[in-house]
């Protein structure tokens, strides 16, 4: 079963404790998660290292982790050099 964690909006630095917590008891209690981002209009650098030490922890634990994008946030982390 997999898990899906659905994010919108804005993400900034402002919600970075929050969101770290968010994905990591959605990672912890899935087998295997799905975070969709299709509904943000609005990422910045902070939360993308977030994404991406989330993805790496995945990958230390064996857990698939997947992600699908809104144009906005593929087109930031193209911009910063990210990929998911």
Do not use: W, Y
């Amino acid at each position: 079963m997999t898990g899906q964690l659905e994010l919108t909006g804005e993400l900034t630095i402002g919600m970075a404790e929050e969101l770290v917590t968010t994905l990591q008891k959605a990672l912890q209690g899935n087998p295997q998660l799905h975070v969709d981002l299709t509904a943000v209009e609005q990422l910045d650098t902070a939360v993308a290292q977030i994404l991406v030490a989330t993805k790496l922890q995945a990958i230390q634990n064996a857990t698939p982790l997947t992600f699908s994008c809104s144009p906005a946030v593929s087109q930031r982390l193209r911009t910063i050099g990210i990929q998911l």
